[in-house]
């Protein structure tokens, strides 16, 4: 009865948050999975190039996780990001938590919620987002799809909720080799790409995932392409 | 409006009654780093519940890509992993931290018939 309470907490956040406008900003990131593996430490980057009519944004994530249960992870991130006068520097800092709803193959799908807070250096601008992770099982393949609502507040932007979706659709072809198609919506953006991912296993638990996607705005501009790299290694 | 939410009712039933439904259960053993049963028969295209005892005092990592389960045991205690509904095939998996000894597969059959459907 538990697991039917947080799903339902769940789903009616879900609704509540499809009724909000939709978010702006680089949208392109990462498909977040609902799954926390019990003992689990990681180092991460991420590295994201957004080219459109407006040039080159450029981003960059390093954090730390480590799983504090069976069901929930915590990680901290520094944000960089290339400036409008081209230089790379410091841009934010975040927490996030994400925590595992229900085991894997408990339910028909697999359900996780995601909450993030992040602070913009120098800057008074914060963000919260929160949201809904879901998969589901299709039997060598998997659709995974985060449903975020986004919180913006600080003397330095417009208060305002904004929400992101993201969906990724993956074959599990080979550890090595896992071939995708991802989807992206914010505000005024759309994008739709392949994607790969892949495991390289070391002694116990120790792991390296990587994941590669190439994005294509389809909202209008006439380019507006955004790469985007993930390299995770797990001990 | 009113069918949106009447459907949405129905598939929330329909969710909870797939939560309560009875799951059959499997017991597996984990012991100096072995898995005992190492090979588990279960019918295809139904879930299962995989309980694994840990009875070492190390964790063991259960991990298996063809059937898309990764899950800590603690040291003597149990995890329950759900697989399923699969295809007839084996599916292999082993222990992350002794993946030489800490092997076995699934074996997914589809049932036999009873035998009071022969009579």
């Given at each position: 009865m538990k697991t039917i309470f947080r799903i339902s907490i769940a789903l009616l956040y879900c609704l509540f948050s499809i009724s909000i406008s939709r978010a702006d900003g680089i949208q392109v990131d990462k498909v977040y999975h609902p799954y926390v593996l019990a003992n689990e430490r990681e180092l991460e980057w991420r590295f994201t190039s957004r080219q459109n009519d407006d040039g080159n944004v450029l981003a960059q994530r390093f954090a730390y996780g480590h799983a504090v249960s069976e069901y929930v992870t915590i990680e901290g991130y520094i944000v960089g990001e290339r400036d409008d006068i081209g230089d790379f520097g410091l841009q934010a800092y975040e927490l996030e938590v994400r925590w595992m709803l229900t085991d894997q193959g408990e339910l028909w799908a697999d359900w996780g919620m995601l909450f993030e807070l992040e602070k913009q250096h120098k800057e008074d601008i914060y963000e919260f987002t929160s949201g809904l992770l879901f998969e589901k099982e299709f039997t060598q393949t998997s659709l995974t799809i985060n449903a975020l609502l986004v919180?913006?507040?600080?003397?330095?932007?417009?208060?305002?909720?904004?929400?992101?979706?993201?969906?990724?659709?993956?074959?599990?072809?080979?550890?090595?080799?896992?071939?995708?198609?991802?989807?992206?919506?914010?505000?005024?953006?759309?994008?739709?790409?392949?994607?790969?991912?892949?495991?390289?296993?070391?002694?116990?638990?120790?792991?390296?995932?990587?994941?590669?996607?190439?994005?294509?705005?389809?909202?209008?501009?006439?380019?507006?392409?955004?790469?985007?790299?993930a390299l995770e290694y797990e001990f | 409006m009113n069918k949106v939410i009447g459907a949405l009712t129905l598939c929330f039933g329909l969710f909870c009654q797939s939560l309560l439904a009875a799951v059959e259960e499997y017991h597996v053993q984990l012991k100096d780093?072995?898995?005992?049963?190492?090979?588990?028969?279960?019918?295809?295209?139904?879930?299962?519940?995989?309980?694994?005892?840990?009875?070492?005092?190390?964790?063991?990592?259960?991990?298996?890509?063809?059937?898309?389960?990764?899950?800590?045991?603690?040291?003597n205690n149990k995890a329950t992993i759900f697989i399923g509904p699969l295809q007839p095939g084996e599916y292999d998996f082993f222990g992350e931290y002794n993946p030489n000894t800490a092997r076995g597969s699934v074996i997914v059959e589809h049932q036999k018939q009873k035998a009071a459907d022969a009579n």
């Open positions: 919180y913006e507040w600080g003397q330095n932007i417009q208060d305002e909720f904004e929400t992101e979706f993201r969906l990724k659709y993956r074959y599990r072809y080979l550890p090595a080799l896992q071939p995708s198609i991802e989807i992206y919506t914010g505000e005024d953006f759309i994008g739709i790409g392949p994607g790969f991912m892949g495991v390289h296993r070391y002694q116990g638990q120790k792991q390296l995932k990587w994941e590669l996607a190439f994005i294509a705005g389809l909202n209008g501009d006439s380019k507006d392409h955004t790469l985007r790299f | 780093h072995l898995f005992f049963p190492s090979q588990i028969t279960i019918p295809a295209n139904q879930k299962v519940k995989l309980i694994i005892y840990n009875q070492d005092n190390t964790p063991e990592e259960f991990d298996s890509f063809s059937l898309n389960r990764d899950k800590v045991i603690f040291a």
